[in-house]
């Protein structure tokens, strides 16, 4: 072999090895692209998956929130109407004053609340009692209780067997009607004004008051 | 002569040497410009996200909305229903509830204790 062909041979051969090198190269350069493209479209997917949850979650959150709200509007509107028959049933007692109810005077109404107090406070004792009777400043003016009247209340109660004495007292209830009868020692006394009486009876009243209301 | 021809040999070796470095220098060149294009393509992933989860967050959101205007809709004519209910029910629990405050005062006043 001359010195010719053996140069060419070198040449050859280092073109041979350029070639492989460079083509290695490229199917590396691809691979490290190819890899890439799959891992970014599989963050890609997991990433839709994930927004999509979290989007899934707000709707949730939002729905929920409105039924939540829904309930309180319907709450609002039951509340709003029991609040207007409270409202106006303390009308039409405050008008009971002047027309009575179910053909009993005011003054017979009174009656009835001041046994019923004096009766609350007595029950259980054997102890005679000195009790008061406190009136608003226009129940006292219109003396729709007099002395009198208490006096037959006494002796009515008496007659049970528990010695009580009623007085009228001098002090004054911002009302709009009833009474507070109380110990003449301040240490018990049962509200029996109209305010107080729907208070206590609220709770109860609510029960039927929404039956009566709601129900077509 | 054989000198002639050993130097003609180095030569093409030298020349053997310098294709296979140039080669060599080419291969870094190929393998950083994947890497640069790796990098393009997580930049661009990134900016795709980042629209995406407008995108769907958007999408859910009006829904919701959608769903959440429907629900208050409904809400709101029940309460006006129950308030028209309530109303012609009025008179009749106002009456109830005046009788409930007296039934036992009343009683009281008819009874003998």
């Known amino acids: 072999m001359g ?15 350029c070639e492989k ?43 929920r929130a409105a039924r939540l709200n829904a309930r309180k509007v319907r709450w609002d509107a039951e509340e ?16 009971i004053k002047r027309g009575g109810f179910k053909g009993n005077s005011y003054s017979n109404i009174l009656t009835g609340l001041i046994k019923d107090a004096a009766m609350s406070i007595i029950a259980g004792s054997s102890a005679s009692s000195e009790l008061e009777v406190m009136l608003s400043e226009g129940d006292a003016d219109a003396s729709f209780v007099t002395p009198d009247m208490l006096k037959k209340i006494s002796a009515e109660i008496s007659a049970g067997g528990v010695n009580v004495r009623l007085s009228l007292s001098n002090e004054r209830i911002k009302s709009a009607g009833g009474i507070i009868v109380r110990g ?31 129900t077509k | 002569m054989a000198v002639e021809a050993l130097k003609l040999i180095r030569g093409g070796e030298e020349e053997g040497r310098k294709l296979i470095e140039e080669a060599k220098e ?28 407008v995108q769907i967050s958007d999408k859910y959101a009006k829904e919701g909305e959608v769903e959440e205007k429907a629900i208050m809709k409904d809400a709101e004519a029940e309460a006006e229903k129950l308030k028209t209910t309530a109303g012609s029910n009025l008179d009749s629990t106002v009456n109830c509830c005046v009788r409930k405050n007296f039934r036992t005062c009343l009683n009281f006043f008819q009874r003998k204790v």
């Open chain 1, 3 to 17: 010195a010719k062909e053996i140069v060419d041979k070198i040449k050859d051969e280092a073109n041979a090895e």
């Open chain 1, 21 to 63: 090198i460079m083509s290695e190269a490229k199917e590396n350069a691809e691979r490290i692209i190819k890899e890439a493209r799959e891992e970014i479209e599989l963050q890609n997917k997991k990433f839709i998956e994930a927004e999509e949850r979290k989007g899934v979650e707000e709707e949730e959150r939002i729905v």
């Open chain 1, 80 to 95: 709003e109407m029991i609040g207007k028959a409270l409202d106006e049933a303390m009308d039409r007692i405050k008008e």
């Open chain 1, 184 to 214: 003449k020692d301040g240490k018990i006394e049962v509200n029996n004004t109209f305010e107080q009486r729907m208070a206590r009876f609220s709770t109860s009243l609510r029960e039927e008051i929404v039956k009566n209301l709601f």
């Open chain 2, 26 to 53: 080419s291969v870094a060149k190929i393998i950083k410009d994947a890497e640069e294009e790796v990098k393009k393509l997580k930049e661009k992933a990134r900016v795709d996200e980042k629209n995406l989860a």
